[in-house]
């Protein structure tokens, strides 16, 4: 009896171990698997997290790469005083002499506002339609003698072509006023102002294509845009005057365009006073009008330092 039961007892001795050996086996198979699948979850994860902020990251490079190329210089901030390329009875040295010792910038109109020329250009050789003014000097010269007088140049060029009822002759012509605007650029001025009374509000998204033509020919140079009198009094001019500002590296306020009728600081101060807001928020310069009187010409100067006008040109 004694054998048998100790045979029994055995038995079950030798069954526990070998259970015991199968659960150790079991639960470390067990282990290993959860620890393996730890790691490939804790890989995948780390994975995504990695290409997720990789993405995130060449998005904001992205964004700021796309923001610096579509920001564009500031323009500076003048006081120009008017400096005529061509006028009876005097010449550009007595001209350029009159200019205030204590002035910082000058004014220079390329064209009349009919589109005549005031300098020499090698355009208008090859387009018929640009017609110079008698006794045009080279621009280039010009520049160089008031850059001995340490004095910065702004030039003014009207762009009367949006008259123009012909679709195909005013490509032709816009396209011509900006190989104009590049050409001035390259003489050395320090930025080109268009003056373009004849646009409509309908005509702002053609106005912004001017802008990015002459920087594709230039791609120094600096533009501003006179703001139309049609785009100022449009219901939507915020909208409008916001997507010039997009295109233009400033914008300016014209003040010149009075009747002959009006009293001229009047109108002058009527101007900017409704436009007080917008000229500070776009840092808008002001194009005063042009006056041989000394008194009157302090007047309009007087006029846009009362609004704190920080930047303005006189009209030659």
Known sequence: MNNRARHIQYRKSSYRRKRTKAMIVIVSIAIALLVALFLIIGNALHNKTENTAKKRNDKNSSTESDTNLSKLTEAKQISAYALPLLEDGSTFSERLSAIP????AVSVALNRP??????R??????LSFLSTATDASDLSGLVSRIDDRELYASALLYVPTFAESDALLKDVYLSSWCSVAAEAIRAGVGDCLLVIRSATADDVDRICELATLIRQIEPSAIVGCAIPDDVVAAQNSEVLIKKLSTAFNYLSLDTTNYKDDEDVASYVETRISQMQMPLI?????VLLPYSSDAEAQQSYIDVAKKYNISSWQIKP
């Open 281 to 285: 928020y776009y840092k808008m310069r």
């Open 101 to 104: 010792d204590d002035a910082e």
């Open 121 to 126: 250009s090698a355009l208008s050789s090859t």
């Open 114 to 119: 009919d589109g005549t020329l005031l300098y």
